[in-house]
């Protein structure tokens, strides 16, 4: 891989670049501030780096915020960004990851640390050549809807450009990171949409794409207040890591989703209206799970979900914005 | 470990224990000013980017009691800025202790002393 290192301190960089060169045949470009790395970024040939390694604090633009101006060049906005830094507070760890982080290491870190986590971006990248095609973004599909290729039923797929949502690994490795960090104040619960199984058999490549980014866009909306991370797993459902909470009230949750949902008033190509309804299950805590257990609660999420809908189905029911719309498209 | 990695490191490591005078003397001069200079703040900042710099590479390079002092030293500066009053006694204790732990460094930072002990992360 070709990375670009940026740390305000030489010695540091000289570090990494050593353990990176005993780690594999990657090539390091290094730079001491984020203004020399945006210029690098500019001089170099677009979409020169397979991969961009961050150190946080450094005076002038720091790494969270140089991370956030190179989400904002097109060809970087899916790159992977390694934070390499010493800062491990939880703000620090969710600004990173909001402002388009993939993935956190916490100086000081044993040389294993980093092989493993540059493998992984390393078979990441190998995954997503294998899926060039398969992102949804909330700005380009308005203006060109030439999504061909109908995603999986159950197949994750990455939505850009709306608030606080990630691709599901990076979410994996937000939660990795909490928990490595023994950060447990946060929950993580589950809102699925109604029925997806149908949306998916009717409609096109592009709409499936529309209604997925657009649940996302309505769910992330209700939202505001609440600092969360989220991701798009697959089957109509999205998974959210949330700040806090002794008990997140996902019912309301997935009322105001389905509330800003009718706002938007989907429709299909044809101009059928799309009515969608979500319902979600009682949320996981993080406290006390370490390592996999950690990650684990994500698809704990996600089966409390589904098992909140199957439950809702047997009483006669389900949550949503409006109980006249509760099972329009059920049977 | 390959030796052209091992004689990186040596060399990185030496460079790192050249600065340290120079790093040690910034955050010095930093708490010192802190009596008579009007921007606490500033100054406190710029003690805490040198000792963050200190913390960032002193355990990789073996150096693990000096990494985990700078970083917290680094921490209660950060905690003393979000005080009301500074606690300079604290400051000048800690600041103390840094310079001590950075002259036993340089005392003992020949190549044979700190390979007696396979200080380093990386074996």
């Known amino acids: 891989m070709k990375m670009l290192a940026v740390d305000d301190d030489p010695l540091s960089l000289d570090l990494l670049e050593t353990l990176v060169a005993q780690i594999g045949s990657h090539e390091i470009v290094k730079s001491e501030s984020a203004e020399a790395a945006l210029e690098i970024i500019n001089q170099e040939p677009s979409g020169a780096f397979d991969c961009i390694l961050l150190d946080i604090r450094m005076p002038g633009t720091d790494g969270i915020e140089l991370c956030k101006l190179i989400r904002e060049i097109p060809i970087y906005k899916r790159t992977p960004i390694l934070m390499v830094t010493q800062m491990s507070d939880k703000a620090n760890i969710d600004s990173a990851f909001a402002a388009g982080a993939t993935d956190y290491l916490t100086k000081p870190f044993e040389i294993s640390e980093l092989r493993g986590r540059l493998q992984i971006i390393e078979s990441f990248l190998e995954d997503r050549r294998a899926n060039v095609g398969k992102i949804f973004a909330a700005k380009s599909l308005q203006a060109d809807s030439a999504i061909e290729t109908k995603i999986d039923l159950l197949e994750p797929v990455e939505i850009i450009d709306v608030k606080g949502v990630v691709e599901y690994h990076v979410l994996e490795n937000y939660v990795a990171q909490l928990s490595r960090k023994s950060l447990f104040g946060s929950t993580v619960t589950a809102l699925k949409i109604v029925n997806f199984e149908k949306h998916h058999q009717k409609a096109s490549a592009a709409d499936l794409g529309f209604l997925i980014t657009d649940v996302a866009e309505a769910i992330s909306d209700a939202l505001l207040e609440t600092t969360f991370l989220m991701a798009y797993s697959g089957n109509g459902t999205y998974v959210c890591v949330l700040e806090g909470g002794w008990r997140p009230d996902t019912n309301a949750w997935a009322k105001n989703s389905c509330k800003n949902l009718e706002k938007m008033g989907l429709c299909l190509t044809g101009g059928e209206p799309l009515h969608i309804n979500l319902y979600g299950g009682p949320a996981v805590r993080l406290i006390s799970r370490v390592g996999a257990r950690a990650v684990d609660a994500l698809s704990e999420a996600q089966e409390n979900a589904e098992k909140a809908y199957e439950a809702s189905i047997a009483d006669g029911g389900f949550f949503g914005a409006d109980s006249d719309l509760a099972f329009w498209n059920a049977s | ?123």
């Open chain 2, 1 to 123: 470990m390959t030796p052209a990695f091992q004689d990186k490191l040596t060399e990185i490591r030496s460079r790192f224990v050249a600065a340290l005078d120079v790093r040690g003397q910034i955050v010095y001069e930093a708490i010192i000013s802190i009596e008579t200079e009007d921007n606490q703040g500033a100054a406190l900042q710029a003690a805490q980017m040198e000792l963050h710099k200190i913390a960032g590479t002193a355990a990789p390079l073996g150096f693990k009691e000096l990494g985990a002092f700078a970083a917290d030293f680094e921490s209660r500066i950060s905690a003393q800025l979000s005080c009301s009053e500074l606690n300079l006694i604290a400051l000048k204790t800690d600041l103390l202790e840094l310079m001590e732990t950075i002259e036993s460094i340089q005392l003992d930072a020949s190549p044979s002393n700190w390979m007696r002990g396979s200080p380093n992360a990386f074996a």
